[in-house]
């Protein structure tokens, strides 16, 4: 299987004619790489990934056209069960629909990735990739053998990521008159950054949110 993904035969400009092409929104700001942590850019690049990728039909591609299907693939099989929960036919996805979903990016990624390697994404990324979908099973077994018998109806799934984590590094920030600090000084705050954190999961309207992590297509959430 040879890909050419994000190497010579794809380049940005490419992808951005691609995109053009097919009508996906905000193209400008999509491509806009100055905030190398613009997380909901992130996510409309690979929702615009899967959005060209659809649109493709049966018919005969060109190679860049190829490369971005199975990339589309890839971006559709990890985004679907968080955007909305809801699948193409406006169906509900349960969670035997994302880990069946999960599955199929785990298995894509692995194909690509061997083929690839560090040329496609960097090694770190593919592993965190891969535990958060191993997580992911682990956990729904765990609460199936679970005594108490909670069942898995209500797994909050989209929780296993490292949201929660960055949105308390946040408060770390937020308690530090620098915006940063030391390993010392976060040994300090940390009870009461956790204590902080506490009282915004009951009273998730005090909340500030997350400049990084708010406003983007995600709409899976412990409050819906």
């Not at 400008?28 to 659809?54: E, H």
């Not at 990735?113 to 729904?140: C, W």
């Amino acid at each position: 299987m040879q890909l050419s993904l994000l190497g010579p035969k794809l380049d940005t400009w490419k992808v951005q004619a691609l995109f053009k092409r097919h009508g996906v929104p905000s193209l400008a700001s999509v491509f806009d790489n100055t905030d190398k942590q613009n997380v909901p850019a992130a996510i409309n690049l690979l929702v615009g990934m899967g959005m060209v990728a659809d649109s493709f039909g049966e018919r005969r591609l060109t190679n860049e056209e190829a490369d971005v299907r199975v990339l589309g693939a890839l971006c559709d099989y990890l985004l679907k069960p968080l955007l909305g929960g809801v699948d193409d036919k406006g169906t509900k996805v349960s969670l035997e629909d994302a880990l069946i979903s999960y599955a199929a990016a785990a298995f894509l990624l692995f194909v690509i990735f061997s083929e690839m390697g560090a040329n496609f994404i960097p090694h770190q990324l593919y592993h965190d990739v891969r535990s958060t979908i191993k997580n992911l099973y682990v956990v729904v077994a765990r609460q199936l053998q679970d005594p108490k018998n909670y069942g898995v109806s209500n797994l909050l799934f989209f929780l296993l990521g490292t949201n929660e984590l960055e949105k308390f590094f946040g408060t770390l920030r937020r308690m530090s008159p620098g915006m940063t600090f030391d390993l010392l000084q976060m040994l300090e705050r940390i009870e009461a950054a956790a204590r902080v954190e506490a009282i915004y999961a009951q009273h998730p309207a005090l909340a500030p949110g997350n400049r990084r992590l708010e406003g983007s297509t995600n709409k899976a959430n412990s409050a819906s």
